[in-house]
């Protein structure tokens, strides 16, 4: 069995096992990104939803597993990834969006919102005494792009007229590009690019609206505290990891490693390691840390449900759109993400910085060469 579909074989088993446990760490009130008053989350359409889900993600995993096997063992044809994973997703996506309307016709049929009390909270403390984030983790990525820029600048005089070209962490030994300056030191700018972009969103992330519940306004408060302090630190800890791995993948451009099978499942390492951190802690917190302990949390109930904000969610809770509110950066309804209002201008605003700025990565601005020797 080759490399690539060992690899493709092992993401198709990740994002399988993702999608089939999305359900499990969703909250309660938030069953396929639709919003119900806590007593409804054992209702029988949510309970029929989800097992429907799960049992047809696991049928469609091993479906998608045993056709890449077949096609690289039996037809001898190697898969391609950029076909079969994007046709994956869509199919998963598609299970979870029949699933959010499942739901959302339950919800709808039974009138769950009748004769409750909706209501929000806020907490002030956010604002106050902001969660800060552990810059000191953020030491080791700073390292590494040092190291990496200085055997870069002594790697430079010596580099051959062509360079192998890079396929992600991996080095396409056959595939060689002219060696100019931003070709050299493409792995440096992603380094540096990696900080800046982990800086901006911890600013970000920790001044975003935060995610609370109305039936458990102090707990829940609690709970996006410390959720909102791990999700923090995981990710400028996952800044140093991917600067390592950039760094073994430099070190392959330019030579002084060979592009071995061994050599780049070490370049994986870092990354694999900042993955398995983030998979367990998404297990042990859940979305927005419903699942953390809390003390006296069966004291904390108010006499309110959260309100119904369902019409401001579009595309089964993944694209937020509320003209009202200020906010700029909301939490995503299902993952430990968050996501823009885009229903605030300054939102589309930041959607063309980042198509610029993207625009202008593909450049070539600087072009270099150098001669052998």
Partial sequence: MTYPTLLILTLNALITA??????????????????IPKARAAEPVIVHARRRYNRDV??????????????????????????????????????????????????????????????ITA?????????????ILLTPAVALLGVTAAIGAWRYRYLPPTLPTPNGLTVDAGRRSATTVSFAFATVTAQLLIILLIVILTLAIRRARPELDAE?????????RAYLTGILRLLIISAGCANASLLVAALQVWEILEPTLEVTLVSYLPLA?????????????????????????????????????DAYWHIAGMIYLN????????????????????GNPMSWALVAVIALVALLARLDIIDLPVSAG
């Fill in 18 to 35: 993702a999608f089939w446990a999305a359900p499990a760490l969703a909250r309660p009130t938030l069953p396929f990104g639709v919003r």
């Fill in 216 to 224: 458990q306004p102090v707990s829940s408060a609690t709970r996006y």
């Fill in 58 to 119: 696991l049928l469609l995993g091993t479906a998608t597993f045993g056709a890449l096997l077949v096609a690289e063992l039996g037809l001898d044809r190697h898969p391609r990834p950029e076909l079969v994973l994007p046709v994956s997703l869509a199919c998963y996506c598609a299970l979870g969006y029949r699933a959010h309307r499942s739901v959302t016709a339950g919800k709808r049929d039974g009138d769950w919102y009748a004769d409750t009390r909706p209501g």
């Fill in 323 to 342: 003209r009202r509110d200020p906010a700029i950066l909301v939490h995503r309804r299902a993952g430990m993400h968050w996501t823009l209002n885009f």
């Fill in 273 to 309: 390691a900042a993955m398995a951190a983030w998979a367990a802690f998404a297990v042990r917190a859940g979305d927005t840390g419903h699942r953390l302990p809390v003390a006296d949390e069966h004291d904390d109930e108010s006499r309110y449900v959260q309100r119904d904000d």
């Fill in 123 to 135: 907490d002030t403390s956010l604002r106050t005494n902001p969660v800060r984030p552990p810059w």
